[in-house]
């Protein structure tokens, strides 16, 4: 059993940043990658960006490329969601995952086997 907690979603200014973190914790032995979805009102999740654990190579949605940055710290097995440059269309709840076995595409929900609660994030303009 895997349980991940997200924090650091909240209310913020067009044009400003905020820094999403993702704690894992239970056995969390084998990693594949971890992820980031968010989901708005009457929207399907989407992918935001994953990265594998082994290789720290990242990947990303072309919306938010320029613009978040993904991290991971194996030691902690936490993941981190640097969001810059926010605009009011990033205005969602945002959801941390993880993948037990590396599988592509990382954009693929289903790929993922563990998720968090997910943490609101709101882009007032």
């Known amino acids: 059993q895997v349980q991940l907690v997200e924090s650091g979603g909240g209310l913020v200014q067009a044009g400003g940043s905020l820094r999403l973190s993702c704690a894992a914790s239970?056995?969390?032995?084998?990693?594949?990658?971890m992820g980031w979805f968010r989901q708005a009102p009457g929207k399907e999740r989407e992918f935001v960006a994953g990265?594998?654990?082994?290789?720290?190579?990242?990947s990303y949605a072309d919306s938010v490329a320029d613009r978040f940055t993904i991290s991971r710290d194996n030691g902690k097995n936490a993941v981190y969601l640097q969001m810059n440059s926010l605009k009011p269309e990033d205005t969602a709840v945002y959801y941390c995952?993880?993948?037990?076995?590396?599988?592509?595409?990382?954009?693929?929900?289903?790929?993922?086997?563990?998720w968090g609660q997910g943490t609101q994030v709101t882009v007032s303009s």
């Open positions: 239970g056995r969390t032995f084998g990693t594949g990658s």
């Open positions: 995952a993880r993948q037990r076995i590396f599988r592509i595409p990382l954009t693929n929900p289903r790929n993922y086997d563990d």
């Open positions: 990265i594998r654990w082994s290789t720290g190579s990242t």
